[in-house]
T-cell receptor, first 116, second 109 residues
Framework: DSGVTQTPKHLITATGQRVTLRCSPR?????VYWYQQSLDQGLQFLIH???????AKGNILERFSAQQFPDLHSELNLSSLELGDSALYFC???????????????FGPGTRLTVL | EDQVTQSPEALRLQEGESSSLNCSYT??????LFWYRQDPGKGPEFLFT???AGEEKEKERLKATLTKKESFLHITAPKPEDSATYLC??????????FGSGTQLTVLP
């Protein structure tokens, strides 16, 4: 158990809908990262928040957005869903950011999103 | 753009048969190289971080090494419970981790 929690475990929805995925980082971790994992794309970085502020963006679609709240939990919002958005979405947390090195990231169990 | 290539894509070993997994990378300003283990339908589990060429880390039957262009994950006398997908990732000046597509390891009893 990494200490990172994600809800829900599974989500089944229809095209065009909007969903919210939730993540609680490990106790004391200030950084939260979101990743998408699909069979053909592997694990893709979406976005990174540190202590409430956006720090880095990867290949995140404009239909997707995220935020980190004062209690450090984070939410990933996916809207106008398409069939291709079906994937596993992981949240990870780490102790912080450093200019000279990366702290290891600890992953949650993921949310499996199915868009029908 | 940071790139990570892992080989082989899949590896089948007999229990006790040692082998190595390869992770080749190109990165602008390496900040760290990470190894993870992932079981089907689960989140990646952190194994090792390597920061500079020549560094080695060990944990049970696993040993990770790093050169300027690649990293190896050596598995000594593997057991069936070592079966999983092993992921390699690099962190560079792009301020994000770039993952390889993984090596799917199967250890047969």
């Amino acid at each position: 158990d990494s200490g990172v929690t994600q809800t829900p475990k599974h989500l089944i929805t229809a095209t065009g809908q909007r969903v919210t995925l939730r993540c609680s980082p490990r106790s004391g971790d200030l950084s939260v990262y979101w990743y998408q994992q699909s069979l053909d794309q592997g694990l893709q970085f979406l976005i990174h928040y540190y202590n409430g502020e956006e720090r880095a963006k990867g290949n995140i679609l404009e239909r997707f957005s995220a935020q980190q709240f004062p209690d450090l939990h984070s939410e990933l919002n996916l809207s106008s869903l398409e069939l291709g958005d079906s994937a596993l979405y992981f949240c990870a947390s780490s102790a912080g950011t450093s200019r000279s090195s990366y702290n290891e990231q600890f992953f949650g169990p993921g949310t499996r999103l199915t868009v029908l | 753009e940071d790139q990570v290539t892992q080989s082989p894509e899949a590896l089948r070993l007999q229990e006790g048969e040692s082998s190595s997994l390869n992770c080749s990378y190109t990165v602008s300003g390496l900040r760290g190289l990470f190894w993870y283990r992932q079981d089907p339908g689960k989140g990646p589990e952190f194994l090792f971080t390597l920061y500079s060429a020549g560094e080695e880390k060990e944990k049970e039957r696993l040993k990770a090494t790093l050169t300027k262009k690649e990293s190896f994950l050596h598995i000594t006398a593997p057991k069936p419970e070592d079966s999983a997908t092993y992921l390699c990732a690099v962190g560079g000046s792009a301020r994000q981790l770039t993952f390889g597509s993984g090596t799917q390891l199967t250890v047969l009893p």
